[in-house]
Structure formats: C-alpha cells, structure tokens
C-alpha cells in the first residue's frame, strides 16, 4: 500500500518505470547469514547487473544473535560479499528505544552490538526526539563528508490515498520558531517552572537549545522570572 500511495503522488508507475530493474522478494525467509543464500543473491546480482540490495529489516534477514560482536562481524562478511559481487547495501536497523536525550549520538542508539559502528560507510538516522514533533530528525553520517542534518515529514492524504516526503537540511543548534511554539504549548500558565521543570516540560533538549530557549523567551516576554523560577506572562 505504502509504495502504491508513493506512485500515485509522486506520478510514477514502479512495475513501468523500472521494468527488468526492480525485485523484491517478500516473506522469503532469506539468511544474510547463510552462505548458500548469499551465493545465490551474489549470483542474481551478477546475471541481472543489480545495483542496490535493500534488506528490510537486518534482524529478519538473518539468524545472528545481535548482541553478539562475532555473530555481527559474521554478518557483515556476508554483506561485502554481495558489494563485491557490484550491488551497494542498503541494510534498515532499528534503535534500541525511544530516547529523550537529544544529546545521544545516532552510533549509541542502535540496537544490538556496538560492532555495527565499524562497517558502514554511511549512517542515515532516522529519529523522533519529542512525541508531539510533526516531523522526524534525520542525521546523515559518511566517513568521508560532513555530518548533515534533515527534517523529514510524510504528508499523507487518506482520501486521496497518496504519500509524499518532503526533507529540508536544517541546523541542528539552532532553534525554530516551530519548535518555539512547540515548548510553550507545554507550559501552563500560572505554573512556576524551575530550570529542571522547563528541561522536562520540553522533554530533554540539548543543552545549546535548552539554554538558547530559555533566552529566547525571556527576551520575548514569554517568560518572567518570578523568585527562583519562571512564569508564562
């Protein structure tokens, strides 16, 4: 459904526009891990001159216990075989958890052994930082570029049974007028917020947009120091 709502909005037709290019191997039990399974995805590469193997998800694709640093590293072999065979990898690999910490780097936050850290060339983290954003935080990571950062939201039309993506580049040190708007809806009013009140009523944030906040609303008037804490205006 998802891809039928993408061709719909965007105007292509994948079975057309990708006739002879595109496979997809649905519920097949596929082994990354296996040797047998990947001779014969490394051989389909070849015969069809595949470019891109997309493997949905990591942990369904194979039978390695993914704490294990050995099982991993077993793992990872396996996908080299096939980028040597001339396909790039795109492998999808879930997060432990929710984090409210903002500060937490994309690398810590993914689920299993920290031995996946070491194998890819680029990280492409996709992240909600607070439940109520309207969109998500994207941090791209390369081993050779500069860290780059995205907002990406999904406007989907239900009716219409269309989906589109829209990514714009952001500055992850700075702070919005959006996510400003965001932090004072938490706040009631009459309430007075210590620093630690604030820090959890806006569920975490960085300390550079913390700090930086904070000091946007006071300038604005939003804010005003009442004793030892604050109060919405």
Known sequence: RRFRWLEKAHGIDIAKDCEG???????Q??????????????????????????????????????NSATDISHLMRSIDRLRDAGASVVYLHHLKRYHKDASTDVDEELR??????????VHIAVRRRRETQT?????????????LYYALTWWIDKAQETAKLQMVEVNPHEVSEELLEE?????????????????????QPTQEIF???????VERG????????????
């Open 29 to 66: 039990h596929v082994l990354l891990d296996d040797s047998k399974w990947i001779a014969r995805i490394a051989s389909e590469i070849k015969d069809k001159g595949i470019r891109l193997v997309v493997v949905d998800t990591l942990a369904k694709a194979s039978s390695a216990e993914e």
């Open 21 to 27: 290019r595109f496979w997809w191997a649905h519920r």
């Open 222 to 233: 939003i804010l005003v120091k009442d004793g030892k804490g604050w109060v919405l205006s």
């Open 183 to 203: 932090f004072k809806v938490r706040l009631l009013p009459g309430h007075n917020y210590s620093k630690r009140q604030l820090n959890d009523a806006w569920e």
């Open 211 to 217: 700090d930086r906040s904070l000091q946007l609303f």
């Open 112 to 121: 299993g052994s920290s031995a996946l850290e070491g194998y890819y060339d």
């Open 135 to 147: 969109h998500l935080d994207v941090t791209l990571r390369s081993r050779d570029e500069e860290e």
